[in-house]
């Protein structure tokens, strides 16, 4: 067995491992910091239940641990869960996160073989075994034991989260607005759509998937509205849906706002909020409150985003990097919402990782690219670990950084990336 189908096969038992340490966490331990009372999954239970039984009351903090933050259709997904009662609605949940993790690894091999169709990269993907016999594949393979033994999969599990669902739904997104026909782009805006029902922040990937271009031939802005129009179609169908519940019960709107952008419901510890989350507008809330200078959350959230989104979106469509840009698209777009929203947590990095993995795959040449591959090992590694140290030294130390500094290192980076095209 080669070293690299070594450390493949170890990756994924240590994936089973996590799994397996989850159940005996929650099943068999009343651990302060994970038990059957105190976990995320908790949340998504009792929304599945809520959006059938109680749909006034689907934003109402009162009724869970952690406030539920998504669209009110997201919550659909999780009533067979729920239904099923509170125990073996975890269990089969977490199944389900491991089987994901598998269809997450298919749909990464679908769309580099249609780059590899298109561009000729030095990959051998004719068959989905050829990742596992062919020499050439090595890098992927590697990259997928990455992806799966990295210690946000574990906190993934552990906190009973959804990234893997979302992740399936975007890299879904993303193959078939690779395949470029009408019908395509239609099933990828859906795909999208169903994301930022789980994700509202994943709204802002939506400049991203848009066919606009700069030409440097003619020196002007090449905007493919038939595109456009059906790209966007399929993501307004789903808002439209959500825009009833709205309007059938207003309150739910008022809900809504107020647990995603306003910055509010963190741990309260004396005069501080107190959030884990790596996020720079996060820490500079925490870092004004110690000051004591008042200041919106939602304005300083949306100042954080246009300050990051405005220079790395202006290169994206002047670059000439045509070919590639989806991919990098939406490597960018996620890194500006972990970057800027105020709870950026690791588990999300299981939404990031895999199209870090793409990019270092796809754009091998680019002259900083051991920067992206650095940045992406130690996102795996010491993002979680920087998370549980927090919980040691938020009394004399109330800042999360580490996670914000590797994620400023690869924006920057990709700003040079694009720069260079």
Known sequence: MKPTQFFFISACVTNLGYLILTFFFFYFLNSPIMNKD?????????????????????????????????????????????????????????IFNFLL?????????????????????NYELENFKDLFNKPEN?????????????LPQFM?????????????????SVFYFLKGDDKSNFIGGLMLGFAILIKPTLILLIPFILPVYYSKTTKKIDFQFKTTFIRLSGILILMLIS????????????????????????????NLDI????????????????????????????????????????????????TNGLIDGYLIGISVILITYYDSWPHYLVILTPFIILFTLINKNFKYYNIIRFVHHLLAILVVISWGIFYLTYEFFPFNLC????????????????KQQ
Not at 282 to 304: A, C, D, G, H
């Open 156 to 172: 993934n599990y552990f906190l009973g989260q959804i990234n893997t669902l979302v992740s399936i739904f975007i890299l879904t």
């Open 275 to 322: 959030n884990a989350s790596f996020s720079l507008s996060r820490n500079l809330i925490t870092l004004f409150q110690l000051i004591e200078f008042n200041v919106s959350n939602f304005i300083l959230f949306l100042i954080t985003i246009l300050l990051f989104m405005i220079p790395i979106l202006t290169y994206f469509i002047l670059s000439s990097n045509k």
């Open 101 to 121: 993790n598998i269809i997450i690894i298919y749909l990464i091999y679908k769309i580099i073989q249609l780059y590899s169709n298109l561009n000729n990269l």
């Open 403 to 418: 996670g914000l500094i590797l994620l400023l290192l690869l924006y920057f980076s990709l700003i040079i990336f694009y």
């Open 138 to 150: 090595n890098s992927i393979l590697y990259q997928y034991a990455i992806l799966i033994i990295m």
């Open 38 to 94: 105190n976990n995320d999954f908790l949340t998504f239970y009792n929304a599945g239940l809520i959006v059938i039984k109680d749909l006034p009351n689907l934003y109402n903090p009162s009724k869970y641990l952690f406030p539920f933050r998504y669209f009110p259709i997201s919550a659909y997904f999780f009533t067979p869960f729920s239904i099923l009662g509170f125990e073996l609605g975890y269990f089969v949940f977490q």
């Open 243 to 270: 825009s009833i519940y709205f309007i059938v019960s207003p309150g739910l709107l008022e809900g809504f706002i107020e647990v995603n952008f306003t910055g509010n419901y963190t741990t309260i510890i004396g």
